[in-house]
C-alpha cells in the first residue's frame, strides 16, 4: 500500500526508521507506531503556519483511543499527554506517565494509525526545593518508559528558583526531547505573566545553551469545567510571544475551559501557539457529560451534571459514579477524581458503549483540529521534518545569544529582585 489516510508510505516507513527516538526503539522494535519526540510535532505546526494541535490528557483509555482515532482522521500530528498530578507517583489516574506510551503503542499499532505522536510528561511540578532531589531519578524513569517530551513546571516558585530549577534538571532530559517550560502559575488565577518575567526565564536557560520548544503562561488560563468571563488575553498572548521571537520559542495554551472556538482560532491565526492542552473536556465526554462548544461541562439548576442519554457511560455506570461522588463529597473538578477507581469498570462495559466513549471523544478532537485549530494535515509536515533532520533529533530553532557569565546562580537571583515581588495569590494549576 502507498498511501494510508493520505500519508505516503514510503516516508512514513522512512520516518519510523529514522525518526523514532532511542527509548522508543528500544521499549517497541517491532513496532509500527510512530512515536517521536515532542519537537517534530511542533516543527510540524510551524511548517503549516497559524496552527496548533491537541496535547490530549489521556485521562482513560477511551480518551487516548477517541484522540488517535482522531488524529488519524485528521491527517495530523498530535500530543498524548498526562500531567504528574494526574499519572505521576500519587496519580488519580490508571494511565500514568509511565505507562502512556506502551498504551499509546499498541492502540496506534492496533489501529494503523500513521500520524507522528509525541508522548508527553505534562506540568512536571516543582513546587518547593525538596521536589528537585527525586526529580533526579524520576525523570529519567519516565523516558526510560517513553516519554519523549516533557514540561518542567517550577512556576509556582519565584522567578529566580524557576529558572535554578530547570537549569538544575535540564541534565536529565535528552537534548532529542521535546522540552516545555512555564512562568506565571505562582500568581494564581487573578495574576497574568509578563514580558519581563517571559523573558528571564528564557534569556536565563538561553544563556546555558537551553532552548525549549514551548513556553506556558499564565494569560487567563482556567483549569478544570468553570467557566472563564474574562478568558485567555490574545493580545497579551501576542505581546510576549513577539518579545520572544529571538528565542525560537513556540506558545503552550493551557487552561482552555472557559474560551470558545472562536478565541481558539484567534490564538491559532494570532500567535505562536503550536500546542493546546485538552483535560477535563476529554473526561466528560468520554463519560457522556454534556459539554457546551469548547468542552466545559454544563449543569442544570441544582448544579449537577447533564448525563446525555446514548452518550458515554451506561446509566446505571453513571448512576454508580455520582453515588461513589456523593459518599466522598466530591463534587466539581474533583470528580476527576473517579478515574483511577472506575477505570476497570469502564472497560467492563458491553462493547457497544465501550465504542460509544471513544467515538464522543473522535468526534470533538476532530472537530477542534481541523476547523478550530487548523492541525489538519500535518502528519506529513511532522514526517517531512524527520526525513529533512535524517535523524530523530531536531535542530533547535534558536542559538545561544547571552552571556552566561550575566546568568550565573549569583547573578541570576539579582536579576530576579528586579521584576515584580506582588505574585498575587498562590497558584495550583497541576493539570
Partial sequence: MNNAGGIDMKDFEQALDVGRPPNIKKLFPNS????????VIDRALLKKGKAMTIAANARNRFVLRGVLKAAQRARAAIIIEIAKSEGGADAY?????????YYADAIANELGVTVPIAIHADHYGIKKQEDIDPARTEIPSIFDAGVTSIAIDASHLQDDENLLANLELNQYIPGWAGLETEVGEIKGAEGLSTPKEALFLIKGLNAHGIFPDWIALNNGTTHGI???????????TKEIHEALKPYGMSGAQHGTSGNDSARLKRIAAETATTKVNFATALQ?????????????????????????????????????????ADARGLKGGNYKK???PFE?????????????????VEDFVYFLLTEVFN??????????????A??????????RIEDPDQWTRDKIIERAKELSPDKGPAGNYDD
Avoid at 489516574?93 to 506510551?101: E, I, Q, R
Avoid at 476497570?344 to 464522543?360: C, E, H, T, W, Y
Avoid at 535524517?390 to 542559538?399: F, I, L, R, T
Fill in 32 to 39: 509500527k507506531a510512530l512515536l517521536v519526540s515532542g519537537k
Fill in 226 to 236: 468553570q467557566d472563564s468571563k474574562a478568558g485567555i488575553h490574545v493580545e497579551l
Fill in 375 to 388: 492541525a489538519g494535515d500535518t502528519a506529513p509536515l511532522g514526517i517531512e521534518a524527520i526525513l529533512e
Fill in 338 to 340: 473517579m478515574n483511577l
Fill in 390 to 399: 535524517g535523524s530523530h533529533e531536531m535542530s533547535p530553532k534558536a542559538q
Fill in 284 to 324: 466528560m465526554i468520554s463519560w457522556g457529560i454534556k459539554v457546551n462548544d469548547y468542552g466545559n461541562a454544563i449543569t442544570d439548576e441544582k448544579g449537577e451534571f447533564i448525563k446525555e442519554p446514548g452518550k458515554g457511560v451506561s446509566r446505571e455506570m453513571w448512576q454508580a459514579m455520582k453515588a461513589y
Fill in 344 to 360: 476497570n469498570k469502564f472497560l467492563g462495559q458491553p462493547a457497544g458503549i465501550r465504542d460509544r466513549m471513544v467515538s464522543g
Fill in 93 to 101: 489516574c490508571a494511565v500514568n506517565m509511565w505507562n502512556l506510551a
